[in-house]
Structure formats: structure tokens, C-alpha cells
């Protein structure tokens, strides 16, 4: 599909697709960031990074990739709907999706709070069919009617009720990838065949987007307060000074079957995206069995593969998370 503007219906649905506008080392890129970064997001079955959650953890150098993209975007989103110099980034984050997500009709900005929101834009990072199946994406009315996520496109909106639009529910993926449990993890706290089962929802395939969204509003602007959190961020310099992740608060990354309930059972999204590359984790003998979770997201940790113990020490959890998908070619590809 080519840029695709839709002229006579500008009026009363105004919205753009632009195909490819992202190159597929920038969607990698992207992915590679949310995949080590990625908390539970504000629905079920939703992951999100924020930047001010990249900040919050010590990863603000994965925003250098950002400022690019969201500058094109502006450009293009400023010169379609002309409207040049007037717009301000209210938002930014990446959000996955996992088998059960979907939407209904809505507007963006279908609640008071979010009336600062006057345009969207959603940019897809994966591919419908080959890294997950369902989500597609529908306008109620006026063309295109359905968008088929595809890497690298890009669709914008004006974020009142001139766009009603919905996201299928996700499906289960096709191929089943096989993951291992290894007993060889401290695995006290969690019940085995209950992570099985949320594990599921991962290994079937993730819908991964970019989404951003813009306001005429200068008291909105995203850039002033992540410059505020930068700043109070870098007066505590031990931290800011290391390059390694500090991990947010353990329920931050708690994932189960059912995330409305305070059900103990379930498991880290950390730990859950290691397992399905192959690797287990194993805290040092002196972490006493009775460190509950939070601690345990900031004790070092090795690495197990099979039955082999591997020696190097990571300092946490999330910077085995970013050495392995860096390793495993997320960054360099
Ligand atoms: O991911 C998409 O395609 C759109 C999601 C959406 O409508 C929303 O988050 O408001
Ligand atoms: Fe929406």
C-alpha cells in the first residue's frame, strides 16, 4: 500500500497511512528495548515502556533511539494535517500485546483526562500473520476501514470521535514455541503449571506498536517532563553514573493469568522472557530462601542454559535481559 490520504473523506475522518515509514533496524531496535525494559501494562495481557520508566531505571540512554523517530513522525503528522510548529509530544511508549488483548470502539480521547489528546499515531513494530495472529486493527467508518499491522507502517488520526476505531482481540500464534522449565531455578515462590499457563500467552506471539500521541497543548508536553526526571534523575549520580539497569518495583513486572486479582501465583515478565529464549536463573546460595520477590529483583543473578551453570554475575535480572537479547542479535541486526 502507498501513502494514502483518503482526500474526499479528509473532512470528516482525517486520518493518514504511511507504509514503511520506519526501517526495519529501527523496529528491531525498538523491540529490542521493550523486550528488556517491558513492565505489565495498564489491561490485561498489555506490556508497556514508558520513558519515564526507562529513566526510573537507570536505561535512559534506550531513548537516544526515540528522538529520531519521534521527530519524523511530528514532521509528517505537522505537515499533513498543517498544523507546522504547533504540536507537543504528550506521550510515547511501547506497548505490547499478548493472546486475550483487544480493544472496543473508542476515541482516544473518550475520558476527560485525556481531552489534552488531539491526534494519534501508531506505528506498527511487528507483522500480522508472522509474529502474531488477530489484532487487526478497524476504523468504524470511512476508509481504510482496516489497517493489517505490518513493520514499519504507520497510521495517524485525529484522536476525537471522527476516528472511532477498535484492535481485534490477539490469537493464539500458530506455532506453538517450545519452552523448558528447569527445576534448576529457585523456584519457591511460583507454581509451576500456573506459569506454564501464563507463559502461554507469551510464547503465542506479542503485537508490538510504537504509540505516540500529540496535543496542541503546551502544558502537555512529554519532553518537559522527562528533562525534569533526567535532571533529579542524574543528582543521584552512583546511580546514573553505572550503566546497569535498576529494577522498578517488583509488581511492576508481575505477570499472571489473571493480573486483576491479587493472585500470588504467576510469574516476572523478566523471567519469563528468558525462558522462552532457553535460559533459567539462579540466585547465589546466600540469597536466603525467604528474600521475597521485590529483593529478589535486585539481587545478582547467573545464568543457567540446560544443566550448565554459567559463572559470569549479572547485577539484576533486566541486565541479564539486556546482555542476552543484545547478544542474540535484537541491537545489531
Ligand atoms: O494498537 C493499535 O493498533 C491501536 C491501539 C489503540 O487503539 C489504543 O491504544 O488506543
Ligand atoms: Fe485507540
Redesign the pocket.
Known amino acids: 500500500m502507498s501513502e494514502v490520504d483518503f482526500e474526499p473523506q479528509i473532512q470528516h475522518h482525517p486520518r493518514i497511512f504511511f507504509p514503511n515509514l520506519l526501517s526495519p533496524h529501527e523496529c528491531t531496535e525498538l523491540e529490542f528495548i521493550h523486550k528488556c525494559s517491558s513492565t505489565v501494562g495498564y489491561r490485561p495481557n498489555v506490556f508497556s515502556t514508558t520513558l519515564s520508566h526507562l529513566i526510573a531505571t537507570n536505561s535512559s540512554q534506550f531513548i537516544i533511539p526515540f528522538i529520531p523517530i519521534r521527530e519524523r513522525l511530528k514532521d509528517k503528522l505537522e505537515e499533513f494535517f498543517k498544523c507546522e510548529f504547533e504540536l507537543f509530544i504528550e506521550f510515547t511508549g511501547l506497548?505490547s500485546?499478548s493472546r486475550g488483548a483487544s480493544?472496543g470502539w473508542?476515541s482516544?480521547d473518550n475520558r476527560p483526562y485525556l481531552k489534552q489528546r488531539h491526534f494519534?499515531v501508531?506505528c506498527?513494530l511487528n507483522t500480522y500473520g508472522k509474529d502474531f495472529n488477530g489484532?487487526l486493527?478497524h476504523f468504524q467508518d470511512g476508509e481504510p476501514a482496516t489497517?493489517i499491522?505490518a513493520a514499519g507502517d504507520v497510521?495517524m488520526y485525529t484522536a476525537d470521535d471522527r476516528n472511532i476505531?477498535?484492535?481485534d482481540e490477539l490469537l493464539i500464534y500458530s506455532t506453538h514455541h517450545f519452552f523448558h522449565l528447569s527445576t534448576s531455578i529457585k523456584s519457591y515462590h511460583f507454581n509451576l503449571s500456573d506459569m506454564k499457563l501464563s507463559l502461554g500467552q507469551i510464547t503465542d506471539g506479542e503485537?508490538l506498536?510504537l504509540?505516540l500521541w500529540f496535543s496542541r497543548d503546551g502544558s502537555s508536553d512529554e519532553d518537559t517532563k522527562l528533562v525534569s526526571l533526567l535532571s533529579q534523575h542524574l543528582l543521584y549520580k552512583n546511580i546514573a553514573s553505572s550503566l546497569l539497569p535498576l529494577p522498578a518495583s517488583s509488581n511492576m513486572y508481575w505477570f499472571s493469568q489473571d493480573q486483576a486479582s491479587n493472585d500470588q501465583f504467576g510469574f516476572n515478565i523478566c523471567w519469563a522472557r528468558l525462558h522462552i529464549l532457553g535460559y533459567d536463573i539462579y540466585f547465589s546460595q546466600d540469597t536466603s530462601c525467604d528474600s521475597d520477590v521485590s529483593e529478589l529483583m535486585l539481587k545478582p543473578v547467573h545464568l543457567v542454559r540446560g544443566a550448565e551453570l554459567l559463572d559470569q554475575e549479572f547485577a539484576n535480572i533486566l541486565h541479564v535481559l539486556q546482555v542476552i537479547l543484545g547478544i542474540l542479535g535484537y541491537i545489531f541486526c
Open positions: 506497548i500485546w480493544i473508542h482516544d494519534s501508531v506498527y489484532g486493527f489497517i499491522p497510521v476505531h477498535s484492535v503485537r506498536t504509540a
